[in-house]
């Protein structure tokens, strides 16, 4: 049986080591502290389809590292609230916030977004969740939280980077869920859950492409430093995150597993 390794608290821990930003930047080329399949192109288009502004005020469900919220509240002026499960993500978010001066528009909270969230109704103009909407339980009282504490009209985006579009194997599903708690959605599984939560303008695009692409890269950063990273990674969690990476190659490559954007409206 594949055991689970560790990809989060290490990396958000050691976020600011020369080690680990040297993979980010190898990784992602810009590097704006993210740990998912994000490349900084692809969240300024996703800002756009938000309508950010700095009259807008954002909730960013898995808020990670902060290093992707400090970048969107510093490309479209907003405030930003964060919450994430995580407590070191938090910590070097607040970290952050403040070395960039935005402590004035940034929150960071610790929380469990599979629970019910911690804000009144109507308090966001945009929901957002990148890759990681995946490690919360109950989709569907997740997404109707997140049409809870919109306002009206408010918009939300998130991408699910594990939507089942081909034939798995067990191992394959062990090893790709190594890291943590999954879900795994079958196609039009998302659409019908956002409609029963009350969206509306449903739309959805694929992007797999960007986590075939990074996940190869990131694979090659760190089998690159492999010496290095096993002074400061267990020998177990260093080997688990490289099949990890591998196989989330594998599988977005041959289209397997498929990442895909959702944007919908309150």
């Given at each position: 049986m594949t055991s689970k390794v560790k990809l989060y608290p290490g990396t958000y821990k050691n976020y600011a080591d020369e080690i680990y930003k040297a993979i980010r930047h190898e990784t992602f080329g810009?590097?704006?502290?993210?740990?998912?399949?994000?490349?900084?192109?692809?969240?300024?288009?996703?800002?756009?389809?938000?309508?950010?502004?700095?009259?807008?005020?954002?909730?960013?469900?898995?808020?990670?590292?902060?290093?992707?919220?400090?970048?969107?509240?510093?490309?479209?002026?907003?405030?930003?609230?964060?919450?994430?499960?995580?407590?070191?993500?938090?910590?070097?978010?607040?970290?952050?916030?403040?070395?960039?001066?935005?402590?004035?528009?940034?929150?960071?909270?610790?929380?469990?977004?599979?629970?019910?969230?911690?804000?009144?109704?109507?308090?966001?103009?945009?929901?957002?969740?990148?890759?990681?909407?995946?490690?919360?339980?109950n989709r569907e009282n997740v997404l109707k939280e997140f049409y809870r504490v919109l306002k009206s009209g408010g918009r939300l985006l998130y991408t699910d980077p594990i939507v089942v579009s081909g034939i798995l194997t067990n191992e394959e599903i062990a090893v790709r869920s190594s890291i943590g708690y999954f879900l795994f959605t079958p196609l039009g599984e998302n659409e019908k859950l956002l409609s029963a939560a009350g969206f509306k303008d449903i739309r959805s695009n694929d992007v797999t492409e960007?986590?075939?692409?990074?996940?190869?890269?990131?694979?090659?950063?760190?089998?690159?430093?492999?010496?290095?990273?096993?002074?400061?990674?267990?020998?177990?969690?260093?080997?688990?995150?490289?099949?990890?990476?591998?196989?989330?190659?594998?599988?977005s490559s041959e289209k397997r597993l498929s990442r895909i954007m959702f944007y919908a409206v309150k």
């Open positions: 810009e590097d704006i502290g993210q740990n998912s399949w994000l490349t900084a192109d692809e969240y300024r288009e996703m800002f756009s389809l938000l309508g950010l502004t700095g009259k807008s005020e954002v909730l960013e469900i898995a808020s990670g590292s902060g290093g992707p919220a400090v970048f969107m509240v510093k490309e479209t002026g907003c405030s930003l609230t964060g919450l994430e499960y995580d407590k070191n993500g938090v910590d070097n978010s607040l970290k952050l916030a403040e070395a960039n001066g935005l402590t004035g528009k940034t929150k960071f909270l610790h929380g469990d977004a599979s629970e019910k969230l911690p804000f009144e109704d109507d308090s966001f103009d945009a929901v957002c969740t990148i890759d990681a909407i995946n490690h919360l339980k960007n986590m075939s692409s990074v996940s190869l890269k990131w694979y090659n950063a760190r089998e690159k430093r492999k010496v290095d990273l096993l002074k400061i990674e267990e020998e177990d969690n260093y080997n688990g995150l490289q099949k990890f990476f591998k196989i989330v190659h594998t599988l």
